[in-house]
């Protein structure tokens, strides 16, 4: 076979099964972290799954299995002893990349060249440059597993944290990742037992524990520093927002790859970037809705949800979240076509609540209905019988989005006729015609009359106006 350009690096899944936890759960959360794992740019090509009634403590799994995955990724199979405890390059390097210097290199891999780097190995078989496990690890965990394999390890939360290091794009959600990313390597830094560590770590300068402590109060300071320069990038955005007030204003909400971006293209005929990955938008966009409506419309794409969505991400991702806090209605994008996206609602429901914003009233969208049969859709109308089905593909359906979104709006709107004499009548009708909809317009010797349609604080500013 013929192969062209260069592959991408292999990768090895990690999964356990613990007890209690039904086998359709734990594939579709193994495929989910499969797609994570490639969307951060990785192939998976092998998978070891552990079931067991607990974690294993020191490597998460059990001898043979561990023995496993050692084949698959040519490390030793087992966790040494602690006292023959080497450097554990892999880790490293990892930590290297994510220095506390800006790096602005989002395509650097985990890899490096060393004498492991070969991508395949010497009987051919392609050689894993990631393990990924679908569970949270503790840092020695992550340590040992790391000396067992000889690669490098990340559990769930490493790879999100590290697909948003890549992902983000907007200054504020570039410093919101470098947070996430310190605050998961800084307590790595704590558990660092001396030894093993004197070389590694963020900035990775010194030796042993003074560079340690070094390391930990530099990330300290870098966080407030970034929290600094984040909170004073929110004070601008705040501004930005308060002119934006007086407009009604819609945000799409969702698990990640529903479909928002679509749909905000095709409501907005923005150019939001819309791609078959998890996380392809990390930035928050705003746009009014097309054709124009009087009022306007505005509509917000958002930050998608996963379940066990790192904390820390949630907290930071306050500007894109802040969004569908402000908005006066919740567009919940579900993909309709993915036999998990009743949990999927559940977590963007858990998420949102999370961050209060679960007052806002929502309007459920099922969307990819152009993927199901007549059949399917008929019985999602009976177990969602409030929602809307569409598809973000079919032009027709997003016309209908459209006009029960103006429909939606327009029940908040107030109707006011406001009379005015001549020497306000031009500008009163000028602002009529900015704020709100004109639905009649009468010019006479006194002035002008105006039946006028427009948000409760827009009709009480132009009553005031016209005196
Ligand atoms: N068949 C079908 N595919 C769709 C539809 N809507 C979106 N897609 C596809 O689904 C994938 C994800 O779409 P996006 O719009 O990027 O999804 P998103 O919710 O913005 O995802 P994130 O930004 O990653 O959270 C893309 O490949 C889209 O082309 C739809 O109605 N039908
Ligand atoms: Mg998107």
Request: glycine share 8%; aromatic share 4%; charged share 35%.
């Amino acid at each position: 076979m013929t192969e062209r350009g260069a592959k991408k690096p292999a990768a090895v899944l990690v999964g356990v099964q613990l007890e209690g936890v039904h086998d359709e759960e734990f594939r579709s959360s193994m495929a989910e972290l499969g797609r994570l794992v490639s969307t951060l740019g990785y192939e998976p090509i092998g998978e070891v799954v552990q079931r067991r009634e607990q974690l294993a403590s020191s490597a998460v799994l059990g001898e043979g299995k561990l023995e496993e995955l050692g084949a698959l990724t040519g490390g030793k199979g087992r966790v040494p002893a602690p006292a023959k405890a080497k450097p554990n390059k892999a880790r490293d390097r990892f930590e290297k990349r994510g220095g506390v210097d800006e790096d602005d290199s989002d395509e650097s891999d985990v890899e490096e060249s060393d004498e492991d780097s070969a991508d395949t190995f010497a009987d051919g078989r392609r050689r894993p440059k990631l393990v990924a496990v679908d569970h949270e690890l503790s840092p020695s965990q992550a340590r040992n597993l790391e000396k067992a394999c000889g690669v490098t390890v990340l559990d769930r939360t490493g790879v999100i944290v590290e697909i948003f290091h890549r992902h983000a794009r907007s200054r504020e959600a570039k410093l919101q990742v470098e947070i996430a990313r310190l605050k998961y390597v800084v307590p790595r830094l704590r558990e660092g037992s001396g030894g093993d560590r004197q070389r590694g770590g963020i900035g990775g300068k010194g030796a042993g524990e003074t560079a340690l402590e070094l390391d930990r109060r530099r990330v300290r300071d870098r966080i407030a520093e970034i929290e600094r320069e984040i909170a004073s990038l929110q004070r601008d955005q705040d501004n930005r927002r308060a002119r934006r007030k007086d407009a009604m204003r819609v945000a799409l909400v969702g698990y990640t790859n529903a479909g928002k971006s679509s749909l905000m293209r095709a409501l907005t005929g923005s150019e939001v970037y819309v791609e078959d990955k998890l996380f392809a938008t990390l930035d928050t966009t705003v746009r009014a809705l097309q054709p124009e409506t009087r009022p306007r419309i505005l509509v917000s794409d958002t930050v998608g949800f996963i379940k066990k969505l790192p904390h820390d991400l949630v907290a930071s991702f306050r500007s894109t979240l802040d969004e569908a806090h402000e908005a006066s209605l919740l567009l919940f994008v579900a993909d309709a076509s993915d036999p998990t996206f009743r949990s999927q609602l559940a977590v963007t429901r858990e998420v949102l609540s999370e961050i209060g914003a679960l007052d806002t009233p929502t309007q459920l969208l099922l969307n990819k209905c152009d993927r199901l049969s007549a059949e399917q859709r008929e019985e999602l109308s009976l177990e969602f019988p409030e929602a809307l089905q569409l598809s973000a593909h079919s032009p027709e359906d997003v016309s209908r989005l459209r006009d029960w979104l103006i429909a939606h709006f327009d029940r908040s709107l107030e109707e006011l006729e406001l009379r005015a004499p001549h020497r306000i009548a031009g500008a009163l009708a000028a602002e009529a015609h900015a704020r709100g909809r004109v639905l009649d317009e009468q010019w006479d010797d006194e002035g002008v009359t105006l039946r006028v349609r427009a948000t409760i604080e827009d009709a009480a500013r132009l009553r005031s106006m016209a005196g």
